[in-house]
RNA sequence: GGAGCUGUAGUGUAGUGGCCUAACAUGCCUGCCUGUCACGCAGGAGAUCGCGGGUUCGACUCCCGUCAGCUCCGCCA
């Protein structure tokens, strides 16, 4: 074992070609590969740049050749040779740097290592456990490497981009107030205040606010938020937002701004070149089209309503669903009338999850719909259903009949499903979708009440507002979310900036005004000295990677992410406490584990 | 809170009641090999079949429970 001794590094693996050839070099890295000859040893050494190759020989460097004999995997080596162009045939291209080599003339072993649980290469096949309890094996893996710096150059990029726009990157506290409405809070208990809790932000959304109040005009922030909820492959208990809110500003300006920076970060990281203005949709529009409010316009296969065919039909499923005030749709999976009975059983199944009870289906023949329920169906309906749907022979025709929201999901999740089965949005690009005009206010049955639908500082659409309280699920909010391949990568809204406005929001949310004093006083009070319009969004930060990295989940962009139970496997967090750090929190378990 | 999938040498898999004294590949160890690049050749070590219980003459295999990971519903923008 060798400490640098002064040794240093004069080149990166991957950086090394023909233009170096003939000079010395000082390459450090890890041992990919040995290849032990006998008389002749290889050995790809490996940085993060890439891969080299070096040859040790005892006509070269009789002491480094021995040396090299006891290397092994990932080994941490320095090695002092010259570059030199391949021996004629010996050229590797599958290796950038394949048409040169290191000849060692001394080999320095700087660390050993044990023999790692998995290797350390792409496309690997190994149990998640392993690579979250590892993660420091995991990410010497090229894609990982590639994902953190592909991660590295989006921050820069919305940094250097909304730097030239006069934003001012501003911190906002860890240590945080907990509120009402949106999801549920991390706490950390105040050892100086006994009873005591702060919480974790969510968001800096008060926060961005009030830095508008204070005249600073134009905020951002990368920075992290932390929801106590469950996960999905797209969600972590902590993740990154590009957090920004701007003064004097309408909804077409944060739209218009956001889609250059996002069309700028698309081109730094990807190379990607995104074509503007992005497309728009109403919430109301998506929901009918596609049932969902993220929808992926990828490909079509839309939700078509055949409410009005189906209310005179004699099928009970379908009428008494539109007497009952529900609607019937459907959508047209083209091509999938050779679907067997089991494969159209496991669609329904599919659509149960998501409470549908039942699937409708017709398949479509040439000599007409074949479906356990075409007998209650007219000649002529059955013709005017196919046409609705544009149905085409080969084609298989799936309909829900259930309240609207029921009739969404499970249609709006059922064409996601199939589009997967049938590859439709397999590598089609990239799809930016502004969905705009949301509700400000939805019903929530389990409270009874009406909760804010992005959250309860988004301005309602000034012709709206009248309805604010004689009908509040009519209005419309000047909130956007911006949708790429069917996720959600960001959201905002226009703010209000008006005590009177926010109270009546308050009140439209159940928010009794002693309790909105309580919890957001220092809010409204800010609003009475002079609160500039003011309006932004923020984004998901490692969604938008996840898609833009072509990755299934955030974790393979994120540096330390946890399992499904909130768990780092590789530091064991969370774990037990000293009982006298409990005592210093004044906190006192209920639960003996 | 709920549903589904997965769990067998370091790793990835095979094995669906006795064929298992658990197989294959790779990795690991030893030896040989001067142009390999997933080097090759020969030999070797390595598994209480996630854990606990049950059924059975007999369980890696069937049943129940439990733990862990993943996907999803609910939850969450």
Same mark, same amino acid.
């Given at each position: ?37 006998? !008389? ?6 490996? $940085? ?78 190994? %149990? ?26 989006? /921050? ?5 981009? #909304? ?15 907990? =509120? ?53 492959? %797209? ?32 081109? %730094? ?12 949709? =109403? ?7 596609? !049932? ?10 839309? #939700? ?25 749709? !459907? ?12 494969? @159209? ?30 007998? *209650? ?20 025709? #799936? ?19 199939? /589009? ?6 397999? $590598? ?23 909760? /804010? ?32 391949? !069917? ?8 703010? @209000? ?22 919890? *957001? ?5 800010? *609003? ?13 930060? $490692? ?10 989940? @955030?974790?393979?962009?994120?540096? *330390? ?5 909130? /768990? %780092? ?25």
């Amino acid at each position: 074992m060798t400490e640098l001794a002064g040794l240093k590094r004069t080149h990166h693996c991957g950086a090394l070609g023909p233009e170096q050839a003939g000079q010395p070099v000082v390459v450090m890295g890890w041992v990919q590969r040995r290849r032990d000859h006998g !008389g002749l040893i290889f050995i790809d050494l490996r $940085d993060r740049s890439g891969l080299i190759q070096v040859v040790f020989s005892p006509d070269f460097g009789g002491e480094a050749f021995s040396l090299a004999g006891e290397v092994r995997g990932e080994y941490v080596l320095a090695i002092e040779g010259d570059l030199r162009i391949r021996p004629e045939g010996t050229e590797n291209p599958n290796l950038p740097t394949g048409e040169v080599e290191v000849v060692a003339r001394s080999l320095y072993i700087l660390n050993q290592a044990r023999t790692p649980p998995f290797y350390i290469e792409d496309d690997l096949n190994v %149990d998640e456990n392993l690579r979250l309890r590892y993660r420091y094996l995991d990410l010497r893996r090229p894609e990982m490497q590639q994902a953190m710096i592909m991660r590295h150059r989006a /921050a820069k990029s919305v940094r250097d981009f #909304l730097d030239a726009r006069g934003f001012l990157e501003i911190e906002t506290p860890m240590l945080t107030r907990s =509120t009402p409405e949106g999801a549920r809070d991390y706490l950390v208990p105040s050892r100086l205040n006994p009873g005591m809790f702060y919480a974790l932000p969510q968001s800096p959304q008060l926060f961005k606010q009030i830095l508008m109040v204070a005249g600073l005009e134009r905020y951002f922030q990368i920075v992290r938020c932390f929801r106590d909820e469950d996960l999905r492959a %797209d969600r972590q208990p902590e993740f990154t937002q590009v957090d920004m809110e701007m003064s004097f500003v309408d909804v077409d300006d944060v739209l218009s701004l956001t889609e250059e920076m996002i069309a700028r970060l698309c081109q %730094d990281t990807i190379g990607l070149a995104v074509p503007r203005p992005f497309s728009r949709l =109403t919430y109301r529009e998506a929901m009918d089209r596609f !049932g969902t409010d993220k929808p992926d316009t990828r490909f079509g296969m839309e #939700l078509k309503d055949i409410s009005d065919l189906a209310a005179g039909c004699g099928f009970k499923v379908f009428t008494s669903a539109v007497a009952g005030g529900g609607q019937v749709k !459907g959508i047209n999976a083209a091509g999938c009338g050779s679907f067997s009975r089991k494969e @159209i059983d496991e669609l329904t199944a599919y659509a149960a999850v998501y409470r549908a009870k039942g699937l409708a289906y017709f398949i479509v023949a040439e000599e007409g719909v074949k479906s356990p329920v075409a007998k *209650f169906f007219t000649p002529e309906e059955l013709a005017a259903v196919q046409e609705r749907l544009a149905a085409r022979p080969g084609d298989l025709l #799936l309909f829900v009949a259930d309240e609207p929201q029921v009739v969404a999901d499970a249609l709006g999740a059922l064409r996601l499903h199939l /589009a997967e089965r049938l590859q439709l949005a397999a $590598d089609t690009g990239f799809n930016f979708l502004w969905v705009v005009d949301f509700p400000l206010l939805e019903y929530d049955r389990e409270e009874g009440r009406y909760a /804010a639908m992005h959250h309860p500082f988004t301005a309602p659409r000034a012709e709206d507002l009248p309805l604010l309280e004689s009908r509040p699920g009519e209005v419309r909010a000047r909130a956007y979310d911006l949708v790429l391949n !069917g996720v959600e990568i960001g959201g905002g809204s226009i703010r @209000i900036h008006r005590r009177e406005v926010q109270e009546k929001m308050f009140a439209a949310i159940g928010l009794k005004p002693e309790e909105a004093g309580e919890k *957001f006083g220092f809010m409204l009070e800010a *609003f009475e000295y002079g609160a500039p319009p003011h309006g932004g969004i923020a984004f998901g930060f $490692d969604r938008l990677l996840m898609l833009l990295a072509r990755k299934k989940t @955030i974790r393979d962009v994120m540096a *330390f992410p946890k399992t499904q139970s909130a /768990a %780092d496997l590789m530091c064991r967090a969370p774990g037990p406490v000293d009982p006298k750090q409990l005592r210093e929190l004044h906190v006192k378990l209920t639960a003996a584990r």
